[in-house]
Nanobody
Framework: QVHLVESGGGLVQAGGSLRLSCAAS????????MGWYRQAPGKQRELVAG???????NYGDSVKGRFTISRDNAKNTVYLQMTSLKAEDTAVYYC??????????????WGQGTQVTVSS
């Protein structure tokens, strides 16, 4: 089995910064892509940022210029550096990954989520 574990969430003042981490472990041959999504209460889950193994990245329009995604492939870990945080960034942030198992099977999994709360 493969697990994704997020960390780094918390309470921060508007204008502040947080760094989220997501580490994958288990039966992993490789990870094709990793990314971050977020969901506020009563709202749809939305893309925050995604990254391929080769380093290509894409961002949701609302976070461009403020958030940066990066990966450490040797550690099967993805990071999200969040700066200039706004109250509207408050949400549960979920890690997502496309896993390739040792049996050469590709599938998508989600982490349990980490809460980010920005006070205004």
């Amino acid at each position: 089995q493969v697990h994704l574990v997020e960390s780094g969430g918390g309470l921060v003042q508007a204008g502040g910064s947080l760094r989220l981490s997501c580490a994958a472990s288990g039966d992993i041959l490789s990870i094709d892509s990793m990314g971050w999504y977020r969901q506020a209460p009563g709202k749809q889950r939305e893309l925050v940022a995604g990254a391929t193994t080769g380093g290509s990245a894409n961002y949701g329009d609302s976070v461009k210029g403020r958030f940066t995604i990066s990966r450490d492939n040797a550690k099967n870990t993805v990071y999200l550096q969040m700066t200039s945080l706004k109250a509207e960034d408050t949400a549960v942030y979920y890690c997502n990954a496309a896993i390739v198992s040792q049996a050469w099977i590709t599938y998508n999994i989600w982490g349990q989520g980490t809460q980010v709360t920005v006070s205004s």
